[in-house]
Structures are given as structure tokens and as C-alpha cells.
């Protein structure tokens, strides 16, 4: 049934203000990408040249293969604790009634609320404190810190979708606490346990506030592009950061698409 109430003056306004929100938002973003192909060293218009000689000057720089390993590698690791630890908060939260629940949950989203630029000095001191500071394990520990939140907060989202009788039933019918976690809990959390890997990851792989101050010579990926900018202004900035955008939007996307799908449930009467 139409509603004869909607004024389509009003439909277009609001289309065309998302469509001028997603262009602000991606523009700069866009001529990124538009001048990484410029044969010039300055971003300028009109462009001099169609080239890939920034791309061929990245691919041959080992301290941007330096950085994108060290980023691979701390994104991989974190996305598997920082999953790991979310999804035993989120289920602790579904599974568990206590005293203090409320400032559990409180305390387990806090620290994406903290300022990166506060968090990477706590972050320096007490890493530095117990002698694990300057390391790419130190970036890893950090960022697990950072990511596990998000991760809680997907796993936590998944399981208020769940029948809490499902896993009473298998216990009813002869499963153990880990074999109903096996063959219950986990498999009707997977897409979001995938989405939190994806999610994570993508966290991992962009932040660079944080890993600035406890990576010390083992940089990430957007710590050396950090580098790139500090005294001259280097067209390299332009591939990497379009790079890192086509991998941080792949991961986001993957996430998105695995949250969206939902278990099939069957139709009363059908």
C-alpha cells in the first residue's frame, strides 16, 4: 500500500543531502586515489601525466615493505585475541547475571571512549614499566586493547538475537557447558565472529596514534607514512593511502555483509 502522506519533495531532499554527506566524506579520499596516477610531485590541476612511477617508487621502497609487514602481522594477531577476548566478554554478558554487571559492560567498552593521543602515553608508561615497550608486540598488546571492545560489541549484538532455552536444551539432552558452546553457541555466532575478525583487523591496520608512541623502530604501515610527511611532501602518501582505503573498505564491506545475514527461521505454519 502507498502512502499518499510522503511528499516526494521531501524523498529527493534527503537523497540528495546523502548523496552530498558520501561526497564530502569521500572526496578527499578520491583525489587521493586521482593523484597517486599524477606524474607531477605536487598534487596539482590540470594533472601533468598519467604514470604508475609512485607506484613502482613504493613497491621498490623496503621501509614501506618494513611497515606493511609489521601492520599484516599486528593486524592478524589482533584480530584473533582482540576476537577471542570480545566474544568470552560478550558471552559472559549473555550467559552470567552478577553483582556489578552494569560496571563490567561499562568498563569493557571504555577504552574506545579514551582520546588515542591519552591512551598511547598510558599505553608508553606502564609498557615501558614492564620492559615491553618499542616492540611489535607492544603494538599488538595496544591495539588489542583498543579492538576488543568492538569485538564484544558485534559478538554482544549476535547473541541478543539467540533463544537463551537453545543452550539449556542441549544441556537438557546430554551436552557439556563446552560441547553446547561447540555445537550451539559458536556456530549461531559465527558471522559475527568472522565480522569482529574483519572489523578488527581493519581497526588494527588504520590506527597509528597509539603504535606512533609504542612501536619504537618497529613501525606500522601508518606510523612510516607519518614519517613520509615530516619535512617534505611526498606524492608516495597518495598510493599508500590508497592502499590502505581499498583494504580497510574490503574489510568493512566483509564485515557488513556477514552481518546482515541472518539464520533462516521457519514461517508459522509453513
Sequence with gaps: MSDFN???????????????????????IAASFVFSFNVDRFPSLPLGG?????????????????????????GVVVSVLATAIGFGAAYTDFRYKFFGKPFYLALAMLPPTIPVVI???AMLAFLSNVSLSGQIHSV???????CAPFAMAICRLRLSQ????????????????????????IPFCKPAIFAALFI???VSFDEFAVAWFVSGLHET??????????????????????FVFIASMTLVVLAQILLMKRSATPKAGG
Design 6 to 28: 510522503r511528499n516526494p519533495w521531501i524523498d529527493w531532499t534527503l537523497k540528495l543531502y546523502i548523496l552530498l554527506a558520501f561526497a564530502f566524506i569521500f572526496a578527499p
Design 50 to 74: 598519467f604514470s604508475t612511477i609512485w607506484y613502482e617508487t613504493v613497491a621498490a621502497d623496503p621501509l614501506v615493505w618494513e611497515g606493511l609487514r609489521n601492520t599484516l602481522i599486528a
Design 200 to 202: 578488527t583487523m581493519a
Design 140 to 146: 599488538m598488546i595496544a591495539h588489542v586493547v583498543m
Design 221 to 242: 604501515l601508518p606510523v612510516k607514512v607519518l614519517g613520509f610527511l615530516q619535512g617534505q611532501v611526498s606524492p608516495r602518501i597518495n598510493v599508500i593511502g590508497t
Design 162 to 185: 539467540m533463544d537463551p532455552s537453545l543452550e539449556a536444551a542441549a544441556w537438557n539432552l546430554g551436552a557439556s557447558e563446552w560441547k553446547a558452546m561447540r555445537y550451539v553457541i
Design 119 to 121: 591512551l598511547g602515553l
